[in-house]
C-alpha cells in the first residue's frame, strides 16, 4: 500500500539522538525525524542510502521523516507506523470471512493492536514490525521489550477467555527466509514468544514488498522457536 505522497533519497550522516537524523541530500543537509525510536544500529551508518518521505505541513518542527534505508542488497522500511498500516490492509486475506476489524482494542491490561471477527470467531491481533535481519534470518526485537513481553502474555490471556489470539510479526523488507525471536538481545521475549505458541497463540510473519513510498505485506515466513 503506498504510504508516502512525496520521497527524496539521501546518505545517512548521523544520529545525535533517537529521534533526530542529518541526511545529505541534493539539496544539502536535512534534519530530519526518525520514525524509529529502536536502535537501528545495523541500519543508519555513515553513508547508508536512505528514503525520506516529506510533509508541507508548516507547523513542523522538521520537513522530513526518515522511512526506509539500503542494507546490501535489502530494502527495509524502518517506519514503525508502517506495519500496523500494512497489517490492516492485509488482514481480510489473512482471516478470510471478516465481519468486523477494529484496530486498537483494549483488552485486559493492554491496548491490542486488532480485534477481529469473522461470523461467531473473535480474534485478537497484534502487530510487531521487523528490521532486524541477520544471515537470512528476520530477528524480533532489536533491544529488549517488557512491553512486547506484555503484549505476548495478554495475548495469552485472550486464549484463556475464549478468544483467538494471534501475534503478526511484519518483516519490512522482502529476503528473510526465517523469522526467530532474538535471543541474544532479548531472551525473555523468546521464551515468552514460545510459551504463547504452547498456549495457542499464533504466531504469524511476513515479509513485505517494499519500495521508497510503499509496503505491502507479501508472502508468509517459517517461525523458527
Not at 7 to 15: K, M, T
Not at 184 to 213: I, K, S
Request: glycine share 8%.
Amino acid at each position: 500500500m503506498k504510504l508516502y505522497d512525496e520521497v527524496i533519497s539521501g546518505a545517512f550522516l548521523r544520529r545525535p539522538n533517537r529521534f533526530i537524523a542529518h541526511v545529505e541530500t541534493e539539496n544539502g543537509v536535512e534534519i530530519c525525524h526518525v520514525k524509529n525510536t529502536g536502535r537501528c544500529a545495523e541500519l543508519l551508518i555513515p553513508g547508508a542510502r536512505v528514503t525520506l518521505s516529506v510533509s508541507h505541513q508548516p507547523k513542523r518542527k522538521t520537513r522530513c521523516d526518515l522511512v526506509a534505508v539500503e542494507k546490501g542488497r535489502l530494502f527495509i522500511n524502518m517506519d514503525s507506523q508502517a506495519p500496523n498500516r500494512a497489517a490492516q490492509e492485509a488482514l481480510p486475506r489473512l482471516f478470510p470471512g471478516l465481519t468486523l476489524l477494529r484496530p486498537e482494542t483494549v483488552f485486559g491490561a493492554s491496548r491490542l493492536d486488532f480485534y477481529l471477527e469473522q461470523g461467531e470467531k473473535k480474534t485478537f491481533v497484534e502487530v510487531k514490525g521487523v528490521t532486524l535481519e541477520e544471515n537470512g534470518a528476520a530477528l524480533f526485537p532489536d533491544a529488549p521489550t517488557e512491553r512486547g513481553v506484555k503484549h505476548l502474555k495478554e495475548l495469552e490471556k485472550c486464549v484463556l477467555a475464549g478468544y483467538g489470539a494471534a501475534a503478526l510479526f511484519v518483516i519490512q523488507m522482502r529476503g528473510p527466509t526465517r523469522f526467530s525471536p532474538n535471543w541474544n538481545t532479548h531472551p525473555a521475549f523468546g521464551e515468552a514468544l514460545r510459551h504463547a505458541n504452547q498456549a495457542g497463540v499464533r504466531l504469524l510473519a511476513y515479509d513485505c514488498l517494499v519500495t521508497p513510498d510503499s509496503m505491502t505485506l507479501h508472502e508468509p515466513v517459517p517461525v523458527i522457536l
